[in-house]
């Protein structure tokens, strides 16, 4: 039967969207695993959540559940916020990116004006009309603030002239008062704004205060409120901003959301480490914690429906709720959000193979559901998995010269050790037969002609080796990586006994290297968006630019 193969490109971008875009459906974890860095509640039930490439979610049943919304972006979002009208809303975040739903999230327009810039934060106050974000310039890192009156149509630019960031804007009552925070790199120091004409002039309020500033929140009025950052910092203030008064929380964390939901007494501060704080006396006194999921290492951002009920969202899509007004969390993600590098299906779309950061997982329902299996433990980081011939025989290799082997389908996995190698071993290749394997690593390519019972070292380049394809036999192969600032790829036609350094040109760095059915045609790719091409087994290399940052390249196989 003909094999027709046809190209495609494969993670370009951490974390894609792969869920927002055509058929791709997330597996692991669940609802997505994009760092997610904004949160807010429009009802007690409705909530929309933003994150890193593109990612855009919905709750209808106060955070249960998360319905993956169609952002059309890939750039990384840090804030949206919805109007008063509930079904209007906006999302900010880098290369100038502004989108706006008209219909409760169902579709987003790009309303962008500004490629040039980063923004952190959008407000709209009071209606669906006056609005507000702040962010930087990428060019010269003067900060910048911005306005529009007609509903994103236009943004009249509002520039205090700091040269600095502005992480945060919140206007509690109207859209006239209001104030910004961030950091000014001038002087290292932080930044509290306030304006009380919607903008057109800016006070400064953080004389004497140290720190950076990430977030802030003014729960009930324009007078009392809060702002936090790092390291470890909250301050409060009762007289609209005149004063701060610094409340000791004993951390260095760096604080990222603050949110106190039914009065200026109880509140919620989040960020790093799996930590965050509560007082329920208006800051007096803080009380630290540690989140119950392990994963939730970094909080970016916290927001309640109502005094008793919120959601906190961060690092690899990680959501905790709370039903006590923020004593206790539980998590409201499936699945473990480790950091996942390589997947492998045998012989079918059901039983596949999945390795990671400290973790080797297994499916036998299409990915339904996975279940980890043990090899060493959660300190190692497994770079890639394979089960060449069929679903029993398998082998995984990682960090600090581990390989294991299976042959009961991942029940048991053994160690096969190489003297005197201890370095990072990336790739593994069974081109033929389940006998002849090749591995290869950071400045080290291996050979074995039993199964891995034994493992010969055949290289001693001083390359840091990314990927290795043997594409018809064992004799023929090349292998690809990195050296400093430069990419090199090598040729063998002798079974690794030599290899031939390929002229491929000045390269970044070279992270994959694909033969996909015969020796002759092949593509490399560099890390920094370069695709390599090859039509007479490597001779000659012809260099395309994808515009993106590349991470693998995969060929789908049609019979």
Avoid at 91 to 120: F, H, M, P, R
Avoid at 157 to 162: D, F, R, S, Y
Avoid at 239 to 267: H, K, R, V
């Amino acid at each position: 039967m003909k094999k027709i193969y046809a190209f495609a490109l494969l993670f370009i971008l951490n974390f894609s969207t792969v869920s927002a875009q055509g058929t791709w459906q997330w597996q692991n974890p669940l609802p997505q695993g994009n760092n997610l860095n904004s949160i807010t509640f429009i009802n007690s039930s409705t909530g929309y959540s933003a994150g890193d490439a593109g990612m855009i979610m919905k709750t209808t049943d106060a955070g249960v559940s998360w319905s993956i919304l169609k952002s059309g972006t890939y750039n990384r979002l840090a804030s949206v916020d919805f109007t008063d009208q509930q079904n209007t809303g906006y999302a900010v975040g880098s290369n100038g990116i502004i989108l706006k739903t008209t219909d409760a999230g169902l579709t987003w327009a790009d309303i962008s004006q500004n490629n040039e810039e980063v923004y952190y934060c959008v407000n709209f106050p009071t209606d669906n009309l006056t609005g507000y974000l702040t962010g930087v310039k990428t060019t010269d890192t003067l900060g910048v603030i911005y306005k529009t009156i007609n509903g994103g149509v236009s943004w009249l630019p509002l520039n205090p002239g700091i040269n600095g960031v502005f992480n945060e804007i919140d206007f509690p009552e109207n859209s006239n008062t209001g104030y910004v925070c961030g950091r000014d790199y001038s002087n290292v120091n932080p930044i509290i704004l306030k304006t009380t004409n919607g903008g057109t002039t800016w006070i400064n309020q953080s004389q004497g205060l140290t720190g950076t500033f990430y977030s802030m929140c003014f729960p009930q009025n324009s007078q009392t409120g809060y702002v936090t950052g790092y390291p470890g910092k909250i301050y409060k203030t009762t007289n609209g901003g005149t004063n701060w008064i610094s409340q000791l929380s004993g951390s260095t964390a760096q604080f990222y959301s603050i949110d106190f939901p039914g009065d200026d007494q109880t509140g919620v501060v989040v960020g790093t480490f799996g930590y965050y704080m509560r007082t329920s006396n208006g800051g007096v006194n803080w009380t630290g914690y540690t989140v119950p999921d392990p994963n939730s290492t970094f909080m970016y951002s916290v927001s309640f429906l109502n005094a008793n009920t919120g959601v906190t969202g961060g690092m690899t899509g990680a959501l905790l709720k709370t039903t006590d007004s923020g004593i206790s969390w539980y998590s409201i993600r499936s699945g473990p959000a480790k950091w996942t590098e390589s997947v492998c299906f045998p012989v079918n779309s059901q039983t596949g193979y999945v390795c990671g950061s400290g973790m080797i997982m297994k499916t036998t329902n299409s990915g339904t559901e996975w279940l980890p299996q043990s090899a060493e433990g959660n300190t190692v980081m497994f770079e890639e998995i394979l089960f060449p011939f069929d679903n029993q025989t398998g082998y995984v290799v990682g960090s600090s010269g581990r390989i294991y082997k299976t042959i009961d389908g991942g029940q048991n996995w053994v160690r096969q050790i190489v003297i005197g190698v201890g370095g990072d071993f990336n790739d593994i290749s069974f081109p033929v037969n389940a006998n002849t394997g090749y591995i290869c690593g950071d400045m080290v390519i291996l050979k074995t002609t039993n199964g891995g019972d034994n493992w010969e070292r055949m290289s001693s380049l001083a390359i840091y080796f990314n990927s290795i394809s043997f594409p018809v036999d064992n004799e023929t192969g090349y292998v690809c990586g990195e050296s400093g600032s430069s990419g090199s790829i090598y040729k063998t036609t002798n079974g690794g006994v030599n290899w031939i350094l390929q002229n491929t040109g000045l390269v970044m760095g070279f992270v994959d290297i694909q033969f996909p059915n015969d020796v002759q045609n092949g593509y490399a790719v560099e890390w920094a968006g370069k695709i390599f091409r090859t039509t007479n087994g490597g001779t000659n290399w012809i260099a395309y630019q994808s515009g993106v940052n590349t991470y693998g390249i995969c060929f789908l196989k049609i019979i």
